[in-house]
């Protein structure tokens, strides 16, 4: 078994596992992986990522890790990114691990440092998934509630017009009935006293 296949195995959670060892894909002949270890909890409040955008630093330290801790993989990533990108990888580690010792860093702390590091990013992600999982059903319990409200109102709305149509026609039906009457007595008639009398109104436009 390869180094990195055999990494890849042992601290899966950190590492990503590629088909035949290399990072990023699933390990050979369709075994199931195994599961990433729980990461621990926070030890206080992690911050907020408004937009999205991740306060690391304030994530490590909810996590546990202190500014020491912190500066240490801060250390070894900026050695890293100095090297040129052609170097060996073999020539890189004896850089690195050089610099680290003539800084009088610990590789082990390191090491140490950055797998926390990664267990406070997966247990800040898990946080967040919780919480979203949290608002969606939330969320969809107030539309179900504001649905339901909205077919109420509409039911509401739908009975009242629907009373509105009947009180019209049978409106017009007992007018019609009126009206025989004041056909019977003439238009002039009715016309003239509609005028005289305070107690009616002219139709408009007569």
Request: overall charge negative.
């Amino acid at each position: 078994m390869s180094e990195k296949k055999g990494w890849g195995s042992t601290v899966l959670g950190w590492f990503v596992v590629h088909e035949g060892g290399a990072p990023g894909s699933a390990p050979p002949n369709g075994a199931p992986p195994p599961a990433a270890p729980e990461p621990p909890a926070f030890v206080k409040e992690p911050p907020a990522a408004p937009g999205g955008r991740v306060d690391f630093p304030k994530v490590y330290e909810a996590a546990g890790l202190d500014s020491e801790e912190q500066g240490r993989v801060a250390k070894a990533a900026e050695l890293l990114a100095a090297l040129p990108a052609g170097t060996e990888p073999a020539i890189k580690k004896q850089i690195v691990e050089a610099s680290l010792r003539a800084f009088g860093v610990p590789v082990d702390k390191i090491i140490e440092g950055a797998v926390q590091e990664i267990q406070a990013l997966e247990a800040y992600i898990r946080a967040g998934a919780a919480d979203t999982q949290n608002v969606h059903e939330e969320s969809e319990k107030r539309i179900t509630q504001f649905e339901e409200e909205i077919r109420r109102i509409k039911s509401v709305m739908e009975g009242r017009t629907a009373e509105q149509l009947a009180v019209v026609q049978a409106c017009n039906e007992k007018k019609l009935g009126i009206q025989k009457i004041l056909e019977f007595f003439g238009q002039e008639k009715v016309a003239r006293v509609v005028r005289d009398s305070p107690k009616l109104v002219e139709p408009q436009g007569q």
